[in-house]
């Protein structure tokens, strides 16, 4: 996995989380990610559909790190995952992927808007198609961690 | 939610799951979503990105009912989710939305094509972005139930 394609949704990460929820996550070491699910309690899913390459992007959070985040950005206190807290993660979902949408543009990848959905459900594991290379990176804030997931496959 | 939308996917399902499954699905009333989730085990999601509208498809599995079709589609029995069956959901997923897109299409509505992404984890529930009407569709088999369900915005 080539650093053009991981810095852009490391800097998207970072850049949002620290604007919207004043939160400095700590990044871990990206990998390319094999059968194995990244497991997660709260789920944004985005399309990122282009002309050159074709693929999702997932944040998978747990739930102690989502209400932490969700109480950050909206200033309420969480504990459990409320509408409120599904929306902060619809909108995070929909803010990074924009922000990686930017820099990968400037890389000449540019990627159509697109609207996110998201899964609630104890432990739930995102899985993508196969033939595509999947991007991990994980990250952490005191509260608890969660992951981005990008996979993409070339037109 | 109009006939013109809500035909499309019907009928792509019907088409898609006979073909491939040779499973005929008893079709329920579909309905616009309120703030309640469907419950499934396994869900495919796919962005469905066009000029006009924007928006995502999710196809809802309970356990039971996921593990029958893709019984029935690849000739082998399956008892828990295993990979070969959540690769099924993502085909699945992909046809019955570039079906629908298909449709869609002689209507005006164009979409791009995307890949889906697959969530496993026991009861979990899709939401989709506020501001936004969700059309659901319920489908049963007398193994079990899935749902689809479909959200756009207009750009």
């Given at each position: 996995?080539k650093?053009?394609?991981?810095?852009?949704?490391?800097?998207?990460?970072?850049?949002?989380?620290?604007?919207?929820?004043?939160?400095?996550?700590?990044?871990?070491?990206?990998?390319?990610?094999?059968?194995?699910?990244?497991?997660?309690d709260?789920?944004?899913?985005?399309?990122?559909?282009?002309?050159?390459?074709?693929?999702?992007?997932a944040?998978?959070?747990?739930?102690a790190c989502?209400?932490?985040?969700?109480?950050?950005?909206?200033?309420?206190?969480?504990?459990?995952?409320?509408?409120?807290?599904?929306?902060?993660?619809?909108?995070?979902?929909?803010?990074i992927?924009?922000?990686?949408?930017?820099?990968?543009g400037?890389?000449?990848?540019?990627?159509?808007?697109?609207?996110?959905?998201?899964?609630?459900?104890?432990?739930?594991?995102v899985?993508?198609?196969?033939?595509?290379?999947v991007?991990?990176?994980?990250?952490?804030?005191?509260?608890?961690?969660?992951?981005?997931?990008?996979?993409?496959?070339?037109?």
């Open positions: 996995m650093a053009e394609f991981v810095n852009p949704f490391i800097e998207a990460t970072t850049n949002v989380l620290g604007t919207m929820a004043m939160v400095q996550p700590k990044v871990g070491k990206p990998f390319v990610k094999g059968a194995q699910a990244s497991r997660g709260l789920t944004g899913v985005i399309g990122m559909t282009g002309e050159k390459l074709t693929g999702t992007m944040l998978v959070f747990t739930e989502a209400m932490a985040i969700a109480s950050n950005m909206l200033g309420e206190t969480y504990t459990s995952l409320v509408q409120d807290v599904i929306d902060c993660v619809g909108e995070l979902t929909n803010m992927s924009g922000g990686a949408r930017g820099k990968l400037e890389q000449g990848y540019s990627f159509q808007m697109a609207l996110p959905s998201m899964i609630t459900g104890a432990s739930h594991s899985h993508h198609p196969a033939n595509a290379p991007l991990v990176i994980p990250f952490s804030i005191p509260e608890g961690d969660f992951f981005l997931e990008a996979c993409f496959r070339e037109n």
